[in-house]
């Protein structure tokens, strides 16, 4: 595994047309309360080049009420190649935890916490305002084809007991679709 600590102070996140966001904070804070029920959703995809592997960290704004579209802005992130599939899944979703958890600390006071349902994968109700969307699949499938599901458990229970939503296929679409996209 890599090790996933990024100042995101000084990375830059980028919009769909390629602009650059200077300080994903400040570009977040007027958008965040626009709407009645905004979620922030982070999630992170990979995808294995030649001689490297390209993550694709996505933020997604969606808000839950009204249901009219989603606002994305992303960052890239090259790393030395990571030929586990294992440990890839996991820098995924460390690097989702480590953008979730600066998000949460840099907005306190400025974006409310969603109305949250319980949690499907513990039942509980999250205490942080960040949702997590993760490119794990809770079903093995047949003959075990879906390989993800060999850390379900372990990355679904790790994100959990940080306090944020948690959620695997298929109703990751943070990671699944968005970052996804942005990393081919």
């Given at each position: 595994?890599?090790?996933?600590?990024?100042?995101?102070?000084?990375?830059k996140?980028?919009?769909?047309?390629?602009?650059?966001?200077e300080?994903?904070?400040e570009?977040?804070k007027?958008?965040?309360?626009?709407?009645?029920?905004?979620?922030?959703?982070?999630?992170?995809?990979?995808q294995?080049?030649?001689?490297?592997?390209?993550?694709?960290?996505?933020?997604?704004l969606?808000?839950?009420?009204l249901h009219?579209?989603?606002?994305?802005?992303?960052?890239?992130?090259?790393d030395k190649?990571?030929?586990?599939?294992?440990n890839?899944?996991?820098n995924?979703?460390?690097?989702?935890?480590?953008?979730?958890e600066?998000l949460?600390?840099?907005?306190?006071?400025?974006?409310?916490?969603p109305?949250?349902?319980?949690?499907?994968?513990?039942?509980?109700?999250p205490s942080?305002?960040i949702?997590?969307?993760?490119?794990?699949?809770?079903?093995?499938?047949?003959?075990?084809?879906?390989?993800?599901?060999?850390?379900y458990s372990?990355?679904m229970?790790?994100?959990?007991?940080?306090g944020?939503m948690?959620?695997c296929?298929?109703?990751?679409?943070?990671a699944?679709?968005?970052?996804?996209l942005?990393?081919?």
């Open positions: 595994m890599q090790n996933t600590n990024i100042d995101f102070t000084k990375r996140f980028k919009k769909f047309g390629g602009e650059v966001i300080d994903i904070i570009y977040l007027p958008l965040i309360n626009k709407g009645d029920d905004m979620r922030i959703i982070v999630g992170c995809d990979s294995q080049k030649r001689s490297y592997t390209m993550y694709a960290l996505a933020i997604v969606y808000d839950q009420s009219n579209g989603a606002h994305v802005v992303f960052m890239r992130i090259r190649k990571e030929k586990s599939l294992i890839r899944l996991m995924e979703s460390l690097y989702s935890l480590d953008l979730a600066y949460d600390n840099n907005l306190e006071g400025f974006y409310i916490k109305n949250f349902e319980k949690c499907k994968y513990n039942g509980l109700i942080k305002k949702e997590i969307h993760v490119d794990v699949n809770p079903d093995e499938g047949k003959n075990k084809q879906n390989k993800s599901n060999v850390v372990s990355i229970g790790m994100i959990s007991s940080y944020f948690v959620k296929k298929p109703d990751a679409y943070c699944s679709c968005a970052a996804d942005l990393c081919k």
